[in-house]
RNA sequence: GCGCCUGUAGCUCAGCUGGAUAGAGCAACUGCCUUCUAAGCAGUGGGUCAGGAGUUCGAAUCUCUUCAGGCGCGCCA
């Protein structure tokens, strides 16, 4: 129905003007709106489209209202078109086509919201990505749950999405685990000595004793291979310089050992990240590692060839034995060092090349899921971007804010380096993944969540995770109770297209807006729009369920009934789903 | 100092590509379980949308400004 008032009023806009002005009305169509009505009062569908045409061809908007109304009485598919101030179009449809989107949804079912809004456009999420050099903790939980939500909700809306996470298994944080863990293997036969920077979390030893186990054969005798006394060459005065020290002492005494310990603690601190996440219903296509970028020593590497194509377009130069990149072209504030006067890569090389990476493999739209605190850091990756000769606008950052947890209405204190903290895993087993996700969700990503463990377990209505997830087993119980084998699509609803029983009106009207409420949380990327209609939703279904006795209504009503609760429940779990939460059917 | 985010009911938050009387939950008060799940429903009170100025037919929403809070500004990752 809207397509037919949208190209009504298309013919309509076009009536207006000359053909001088077409460019206005291209703005007018851009700025307009049609949507399904806030409230039943004012009829079905509603447009502005004579307001904003008012305002940019600077005419009144009431008259240019009278003149549409009568151009869409004319087409005689509504029940009533009505104008009202100071220019809405409120369109009422006949009944049965009201009524109609149940059999709609109760027919394509989970594909009811889905559109090809996207288009085919093929979009990369990178997310969580965080370094292997320790379990996810809560904040990860968070970025996890945004980003896998919002592929969903994209794939939904007819974009092709990749998910993907960058391993960074390169560079001095690997080097400090690794170093962490043999010393952790020496400290339990030989020494005590660990140095303060080093990572000290229980998960480091369970790292070091599964070495031992799985390679007894090979080093046996770790004395033989590592000469421990010299390993105390660091400085004890400066930590960075000790932990540093420490590790450039390990690899010279026994590069092999060196090599395969660093090999074995990522692939088991990578292997946990990967349960974790598909405890909390997270997969990801792609697991891009930081080292496949290859060393900058090597001209043919991704990294070298990055670099030297920067310095050959003139962004990049040397100075001060080191090379740095020309960020003004985005606004940053000063240039950025690529490569150290050690001649070893920064960071910043590396996410250079890695995006460079991403763009070569072609897609369209590069989203980048980072914690907030990495905000400055937009700019700079947005100058490599253009200096590599693609467009800035390619990448879109979605920044995440920090979730604190609170217990007992205390917050938990989290510190990464003590190795004391909250785990995403503990949080999965405290509460589970569809609580934790929905939590997580529950409020728009780039800002402050207090995440309250003791109401996420709560039985109240406050707790609107099993508010909603109430509403669907009242449903699907209901559904039970009327007939365990019933085939929804065989159901007569002709007592609610007849008017004889309209008390699910509002429901009616309710799920026919879950489409646009897919497409604005595609096209915002903030599936908490999602949660939010479905509170409401839920709060309708509530409602009517108190003030209904359904199975005591004649049998033509309960069918019609039956069929309407059940496109409710089907909407309710689409959203569910498309938050990455298995709805449930028994409290 | 510069940059980003935030300020809406006592509390926690929706609403922000401008649209119809500013919404919800909690807390307070009042009702509803012999009937399909009370983890529920109905009702009452509660607001200078931080302050000021501007743009507009129309501003919580856009612009400017002031105030208050959070975060970020490494040859760290």
């Not at 996470?165 to 962490?180: E, F, M, P, V």
């Not at 971007?385 to 989290?414: C, D, H, R, T």
């Not at 377990?457 to 699907?476: C, G, L, P, T, V």
Request: aromatic fraction near 8%; include cysteine; hydrophobic fraction near 35%.
């Amino acid at each position: 129905m809207i397509g037919h008032i949208d190209k009504e009023i298309n013919s309509f806009l076009l009536s207006l003007v000359d053909g001088s002005n077409k460019e206005k009305i291209n703005t007018i169509i851009e700025k307009y709106s049609i949507s399904i009505t806030e409230t039943l009062n004012n009829g079905h569908i509603t447009t502005n489209v004579c307001m904003v045409a008012a305002s940019i061809l600077k005419l009144n908007s009431a008259e240019l209202a009278l003149k549409l109304v009568e151009k869409l009485k004319l087409l005689n598919l509504f029940e009533a078109v009505e104008a009202a101030d100071p220019g809405f179009i409120n369109v009422t449809l006949h009944r049965k086509d009201f009524v109609s989107i149940i059999n709609s949804i109760n027919d394509i079912k989970e594909r009811y919201g889905e559109s090809d809004i996207g288009n085919g456009k093929k979009i990369q999420i990178e997310f969580v990505s965080a370094n292997p050099t320790g379990p996810l903790h809560v904040g990860h939980g968070r970025g996890a749950a945004y980003g896998d939500a919002i592929g969903r909700i994209l794939k939904a809306t007819g974009f092709i999405v990749q998910k993907e996470y960058y391993i960074n298994d390169a560079g001095r944080q690997i080097d400090i685990l690794t170093a962490s863990v043999i010393l952790k293997i020496i400290s339990s036969e030989i020494s005590e000595y660990f140095p303060q920077n080093a990572y000290k979390g229980e998960y480091i030893n369970e790292i070091g004793k599964n070495f031992i186990k799985k390679t007894k054969a090979s080093y046996q005798n770790l004395e033989s291979v590592l000469d421990v006394q010299k390993l105390y060459l660091g400085s004890k005065d400066d930590d960075e310089k000790e932990i540093d020290a420490v590790i450039s002492s390990l690899k010279d005494l026994n590069i092999d050992l060196w090599d395969s310990v660093k090999k074995f603690s990522v692939k088991e601190i990578v292997d946990s990240i990967e349960n974790d996440l598909r405890k909390f219903n997270v997969s990801f296509d792609n697991w891009f590692r930081e080292s496949s970028l290859g060393n900058i020593n090597d001209n043919s590497s991704i990294i070298a060839s990055s670099i030297n194509k920067l310095k050959r377009d003139g962004h990049a130069y040397e100075k001060d034995n080191a090379i740095w990149l020309n960020t003004e072209i985005s606004g940053d504030d000063k240039h950025r060092v690529l490569v150290r006067d050690d001649r070893r890569p920064t960071y910043f090389a590396s996410d250079v090349a890695y995006h460079k990476d991403k763009i070569d493999r072609g897609f369209d739209t590069l989203i980048n899921i980072w914690g907030a605190d990495h905000h400055g850091y937009i700019k700079r990756i947005e100058a490599s971007i253009e200096a590599l000769g693609s467009k800035k606008e390619k990448m879109i950052v979605k920044l995440v804010q920090f979730a604190n947890l609170y217990k007992n209405g205390k917050k938990v204190k989290m510190s990464t380096r003590s190795g004391d903290f909250f785990t995403l895993e503990n949080l999965i087993d405290e509460i589970g993944s569809d609580a934790s996700r929905f939590y997580y969700l529950s409020k728009q990503a780039d800002q402050h969540l207090d995440f309250d463990l003791d109401l996420a377990q709560s039985d109240s209505k406050e707790n609107i995770f099993y508010y909603i997830q109430y509403a669907h087993a009242r449903i699907y119980s209901l559904i039970d109770k009327y007939n365990k084998n019933v085939d929804i699509k065989s159901l007569n609803l002709s007592s609610i297209e007849k008017n004889s029983y309209n008390q699910c009106d509002d429901l009616i009207h309710e799920i026919s807006k879950y489409p646009d409420v897919v497409t604005k949380a595609s096209n915002t990327l903030q599936p908490h729009l999602i949660i939010f209609y479905l509170r409401d939703l839920s709060q309708l279904l509530h409602s009517y369920y108190n003030d209904n006795h359904v199975l005591s209504e004649s049998n033509e009503n309960i069918e019609a009934i039956i069929s309407c609760l059940s496109s409710v429940g089907v909407v309710i779990s689409n959203g569910l789903n498309l938050l990455g939460i298995t709805p449930i059917k028994k409290m």
